[in-house]
């Protein structure tokens, strides 16, 4: 079984500082790893996803994420918030088969001016 | 890129009614549709997958009956809640993928259904 933990419901930074969205994830086999961004009343935009290869995975809106395996971690960074990145955050895995993608419960970012 | 068009994106209905909620991929072929469902301030629930031209495969806890699923087209998936109630007024929002093994799950903009 899969499952996806996000640490704090919601996070304040201040425009300009560095934001980090932490996501832990539980799966027994390779996980698939992704970053979805939504707005109020929109559906979800993915930022971002990891499947193989490369550990430090780039995305939209200046966004990256690293896949630490030893800490079975997929946390979301940006170096500098934007009040555009005001939002609810969701990590999510899926396993390789691709069959079922899993939520955390999300974030919710606060920018502050 | 791809799109998911989902429509209606809000809608209120009187309990007892029913209620169809679209989604079309515009411009690829989905193989598998999926169907979540948000309550306020909470996580996505999945609800069922969908694939074109078989029955839907609803979650534990899902009911079936009164969340009808069909994915008659490559391009189209629709759920139908039936008899609604006020309880199941929430944010729903379908996802499409023409390439599972890439993961590439596009969503819709979803739809805010209140029944009163």
């Known amino acids: 079984a899969q499952s996806v933990t996000q640490l704090g419901s919601h996070v304040s930074v201040s425009e300009g500082a560095l934001v980090l969205l932490r996501c832990n994830y539980s799966?027994?086999?390779?996980?698939?790893l992704f970053w979805y961004v939504q707005y109020p009343n929109q559906g979800l935009q993915l930022l971002l996803k990891?499947?193989?290869?490369?550990?430090l995975v780039k995305g939209i809106n200046g966004f990256e994420a690293e896949f630490k395996k030893s800490e079975t971690s997929f946390h979301l960074t940006k170096p500098s918030a934007h009040m555009s990145d005001a939002a609810e955050y969701f990590c999510?895995?899926?396993?390789?088969?691709?069959?079922?993608?899993?939520f955390g419960a999300g974030t919710r970012l606060f920018v502050k001016a | 890129g791809a799109v998911v068009s989902q429509h209606p994106s809000r809608v209120i209905c009187k309990s007892g009614t029913s209620v169809k909620i679209e989604c079309r991929s515009l411009?690829?072929?989905?193989?598998?549709m999926f169907w979540y469902r948000q309550f306020p301030k909470q996580s996505l629930m999945l609800m069922a997958t969908?694939?074109?031209?078989?029955?839907?495969?609803?979650e534990q806890g899902v009911e079936k009956d009164k969340f009808l699923i069909n994915h008659a087209s490559l391009t189209l998936s629709t759920l139908t809640v039936t008899s609604a109630h006020p309880e199941d007024s929430s944010f729903y929002i379908c996802?499409?993928?023409?390439?599972?093994?890439?993961?590439?799950?596009?969503f819709g903009s979803g739809t805010r259904l209140t029944v009163v």
């Open positions: 999510a895995v899926s396993d390789t088969g691709g069959f079922k993608t899993i």
């Open positions: 969908s694939n074109e031209g078989s029955k839907a495969t609803y």
């Open positions: 990891y499947t193989t290869g490369a550990t």
């Open positions: 996802s499409a993928t023409t390439d599972r093994e890439a993961h590439g799950y596009t």
């Open positions: 799966s027994s086999v390779p996980p698939y």
């Open positions: 411009d690829f072929q989905a193989t598998t």
